[in-house]
């Protein structure tokens, strides 16, 4: 007989976004986005002093394959790489047919989306914002606060991440601060 999985629950912290018991753990610190910040040169400064860390990422351990629902937190840290705040490296998914729920629990951020076609979206994301990424969705997150910037998320076990076309294209839009509040920019280097 084919032995089921068995059915399991993780504790959720919403005050600090850890989950227990997690799988993956991803940390992502500034070395690992080299390149990705407009400011190169302020980024290299940076990396020069240390190597801030930007942002993890608990993941529950769910079989990463169709049918399932992997689950995890991200947390973004408070700070900016010259004006443009700490985000994370954003991707479509493998199989872009696939889509992902975000739910905010702590701190102020903004969700970006673009398509290949070169649409955009940005929202805002506040504590119980339930934000949607529909299939074909790049997207990314952007700590826009003065405290770490937590959500939850979902999405299918078969989605799988595809970063290599951010890393050669970027986002079309950056999310800077100016006279002390976010706003939404061009960016100079897209595509
Ligand atoms: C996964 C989901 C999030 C991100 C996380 C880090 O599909 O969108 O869990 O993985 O927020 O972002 P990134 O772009 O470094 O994977
Ligand atoms: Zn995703």
């Known amino acids: 007989m084919m032995s089921l999985m068995q059915p399991f629950a ?41 190597d801030p860390l930007l942002y993890e990422v608990y993941e529950v351990d769910v079989p990463h394959e169709q049918g399932q629902l992997i689950y995890c937190t991200s947390i973004i840290y408070p700070g900016k790489v010259g004006d443009e705040y700490y985000m994370t490296k954003g991707h479509f998914h493998n199989k872009e047919s696939t889509a992902e729920m975000y739910l905010g629990l702590q701190g102020r951020g903004y969700l970006l989306l673009q398509t290949h076609e070169g649409q955009v979206s940005a929202m805002e994301m506040v504590p119980g914002t339930v934000a ?35 890393e050669e294209e970027g986002f079309a839009k950056l999310v800077v601060e100016k006279n002390g509040k976010p706003v939404l920019i061009d960016n100079p280097r897209y595509r």
């Open 10 to 50: 993780a504790q959720l912290q919403f005050q600090n976004g850890l989950i227990e018991p997690y799988g993956e753990k991803t940390v992502r610190r500034l070395s690992d986005m080299r390149g990705m910040y407009l400011d190169i040169a302020v980024t290299e400064e940076l990396l020069k002093q240390g």
């Open 132 to 166: 949607y990424i529909p299939p074909f969705w790049a997207h990314r997150t952007i700590n826009i606060g003065g405290e770490p910037f937590i959500f939850f998320g979902v999405y299918p076990g078969d989605a799988g991440h595809n970063y290599g076309t951010i």
